[in-house]
């Protein structure tokens, strides 16, 4: 994988959708129904109002041709792409809650200095540290700060953006050209 | 125009070209019925006794009509009740909108009576759906809805709407067209793609068509005879196949998989080349997936992309309409001499024979029941059927002779779809002789509707396959569970004084003799009529692909039966 992650390859689905009710289970219930097992799912705004992006990871095993095609034929969602294979920046935001003992404080700060990371939150027997990037280095910082003691780990999932200038996925406006009225059969 | 939301519904309804209702009042969709009468008769409605009955109705009306049909129901109960029939559309690609009465904005979420969530219910078998908040959002969410149940690969969508919104008024504006952005199905298939099959199909020496329910939802019947003859290719169609292709064509060989002819099993096993028309290669079709037509490349014709590579890899595929994909097709293949493959066939069924059984003057064989039914209409009729052994037999001795006329319920499988099936298609079809082969089982699973037949005066004629049995769960605890019969011998009630009790003509049939007086005897009876044909209780219906196995496995018919066949001829076929 890209940024050193060791672990097994997975497929990372990017889609626009509708922001409704209901758009969210829908994605889930298909997800759950095809047997698609997510690894991770982050749901958000977007720049347009009214349109949602998600990032979906699932496992490798799995036909990303299916996924994309199971989801794509939902009516909330407006484009759908794998971008397993394509430059993507990739990143995953972590708070790590750790033990805060007053001979090893050094040792955290210079581990979280390392790491480019932050310590958002202090109090007198812990630190919230936060960090950023993708979820080998998130991994590895975790790792690191467990010889201190995690005391607790809230992670956002993966984020995934193409690089370079071109959106992710065709702008509202060429979505409307490119839409052929389906002709509906005439009554027999 | 000012209106409350339940006359826009209705009024939506005309919009949309809707003639039929079927459902069932009830406290959250009251609204909606005190504005029914004011469009009579625009739109008629027909009550049923169980709203399954309601969604299984309208699901057989839009299979014969192409229109979308539409149910009724209330909340909570009337709603859950609707479910079956609806995941019956959804698994058989069926446009049916269901539009349910739910409870009043502020009970919602807060387990009201006869509250369920419905929406969060069916999300797994509809298309799509919908709960309404704003009465004014009625017009655009029913076009949106009727849009999207018959566009691409048509399915059912419902739409629930509480009480309160069906009470609130509005002024009613009409969408000129409504078209979610996010809902683009494919219509006309890559022409490189065509040419490519084209391609495929002129260097195949073992083609085979394979036409499924894609051709009967696209019309597309003339299109599909048309590149059998042009390109010399037979013709298999699947068990929602069945009449989208004419059942005495010289190049029409019947139908494939766990109960279809064994000749083409192995033919599949031996082809090099399937056309697949709007098909989904089920489990019942296919056998064993990873055995299935190990010599062919695939041409896939297909209006869903999910189903392109689910559960079989094609080498080409045409995305779009099954009929415009067929046209474009057609306008580029040529006739091709293929006498060996053709040999090869014939040979085939000479050694499988799969439509044979004894002439037993003392017991009623149900084969004999069915083809004696085809035969005695001269397939001039609709027939529906519900599921297990009888059905199985109509789909293999199937001689209907109009495009579109043998309905059944088959990705589903629902038992007890005879009755309101036949309901949907008498209705949709007045003038025209509707039959419902049934099994003694899934008869009693909506039995009630008997009251709907009688009431309407639907003059269906229902014959029931009565072998005193779930035949087809029998027969497997017979074949794979050692015999064991459990719970599928079955206590009947005297069927032909049901019909009585509902004032339905009751007859019934206990020798073989008697079979064809029976029949003619309906045929004869203006009104509906049951009759209940006594057959042979552990008659197997065979050829049988065992489940699991492969389609070269399958299971022929018993020996004795085999010996009634034609006798082969001189060319010789190893197995």
């Known amino acids: 994988m890209r940024d050193g992650n060791i672990r097994r390859r997975r497929h990372t689905v990017i889609a626009q959708l509708e922001d409704r009710p209901g758009a969210l289970n829908r994605i889930v219930s298909r997800c759950r129904q095809r047997g698609f097992d997510i690894e991770s799912l982050v749901v958000g705004r977007s720049e347009t109002p009214g349109l949602l992006r998600m990032t979906l990871v699932v496992d490798g095993g799995i036909d990303a041709e299916q996924v994309v095609r199971q989801l794509g034929k939902l009516v909330d969602v407006l484009d759908i792409r794998d971008v397993s294979d394509e430059d993507t920046l990739v990143r995953e935001m972590a708070l790590i809650k750790v033990r805060w003992d007053a001979d090893r404080r050094t040792h955290i700060t210079e581990v979280v200095r390392a790491f480019r990371a932050r310590i958002v939150d202090v109090s007198p027997a812990s630190v919230i540290v936060e960090v950023t990037g993708d979820e080998g280095k998130v991994d590895a910082l975790v790792r690191l700060l467990q010889d201190y003691g995690v005391i607790e780990m809230v992670r956002t999932g993966r984020l995934a953006m193409l690089r370079g200038p071109a959106p992710s996925h065709p702008p509202l406006e060429q979505l409307e050209e490119a839409y052929e009225y389906c002709p509906v059969p005439q009554p027999r | ?575």
């Open chain 2, 1 to 575: 125009m000012q209106m409350t939301g339940a006359e826009m519904i209705l009024e939506c309804l005309i919009r949309e070209g809707v003639e039929v209702v079927f459902g069932l009042p009830g406290g959250a969709n009251l609204p909606l019925y005190d504005a029914l009468p004011r469009y009579f008769p625009r739109i008629r409605h027909y009550l049923v006794r169980h709203e399954q009955a309601a969604a299984l109705a309208a699901d057989a009306y839009a299979r014969v009509t192409g229109r979308v049909g539409v149910c009724f129901a209330t909340s909570g109960p009337g709603a859950t009740n609707l479910v079956t029939g609806i995941a019956n559309a959804w698994m058989d690609s069926v446009p049916v909108v269901a539009i349910t009465g739910s409870v009043v904005r502020g009970l919602i979420g807060r387990d009201g009576f006869q509250e369920a969530d419905i929406t969060g219910i069916t999300i797994p078998i509809t298309k799509h759906n919908y709960l309404v908040r704003d009465v004014r959002a009625i017009p655009r969410v029913l076009r949106e809805a009727f849009y999207i149940a018959r566009s691409g690969r048509p399915g059912p969508v419902l739409v629930d709407i509480p009480r309160d919104v069906q009470q609130e008024r509005a002024e009613f504006e009409w969408p000129e067209e409504a078209r979610p952005r996010g809902y683009r199905p494919p219509v006309e298939p890559d022409p490189r793609a065509v040419e490519q099959a084209a391609r495929l199909i002129a260097e195949s020496d073992r083609p085979l068509i394979l036409a499924g329910h894609g051709v009967i939802i696209a019309q597309a019947y003339d299109e599909l005879r048309e590149l059998a003859e042009r390109a010399n290719v037979p013709v298999i169609t699947t068990l929602l196949g069945i009449s989208g292709f004419p059942p005495d064509h010289p190049l029409y060989l019947g139908m494939p998989g766990m109960h279809g002819m064994h000749w083409n099993n192995l033919a599949i096993s031996e082809a090099d080349l399937l056309i697949a028309v709007g098909m989904r290669f089920d489990d019942r079709v296919t056998g064993r997936l990873k055995d299935f037509a190990p010599r062919a490349r695939v041409i896939h014709i297909e209006v869903d992309p999910a189903e392109v590579g689910k559960n079989v890899r094609p080498t080409v595929t045409l995305l779009g309409d099954a009929r415009v994909c067929l046209r474009r097709l057609n306008g580029e293949v040529r006739y091709k001499e293929r006498s060996e493959w053709f040999a090869r066939l014939e040979a085939l069924k000479q050694a499988y024979p799969s439509l044979v059984y004894p002439d037993d003057p003392e017991e009623v064989r149900p084969q004999y029941v069915i083809q004696k039914i085809y035969e005695m209409t001269d397939g001039d009729a609709y027939f529906v059927t519900g599921v297990g052994q009888h059905q199985m037999w109509a789909a293999q001795f199937f001689r209907g002779r109009r495009p579109n006329s043998f309905i059944t319920s088959g990705g589903l499988g629902t038992m007890g779809y005879e009755i309101p099936g036949a309901i949907g298609v008498q209705v949709a079809r007045p003038g025209d002789l509707v039959w419902a082969i049934c099994g003694d089982g899934g008869f009693q699973m909506t039995c009630q509707e008997l009251a709907t037949v009688a009431e309407n005066g639907l003059p269906i004629k229902f014959a029931i396959i009565d072998n005193g049995h779930h035949g087809m769960v029998r027969q497997w605890q017979q074949l794979f569970y050692r015999g064991n019969l459990v719970a599928s011998r079955l206590r009947n009630p005297d069927f032909v004084r049901l019909a009585e009790a509902y004032g339905i003509l009751g007859l019934r049939a206990v020798r073989r003799e008697d079979v064809p007086a029976v029949i003619d005897r309906a045929l004869r009876h203006p009104g509906p009529v049951l009759i209940d044909f006594r057959v042979k209780q552990d008659e197997n219906c065979y050829p049988m692909v065992p489940p699991g196995a492969s389609l070269q496995e399958t299971i022929g018919l018993p020996e004795e039966y085999r010996a009634l066949a034609p006798k082969p001829s001189a060319v010789e076929v190893e197995s």
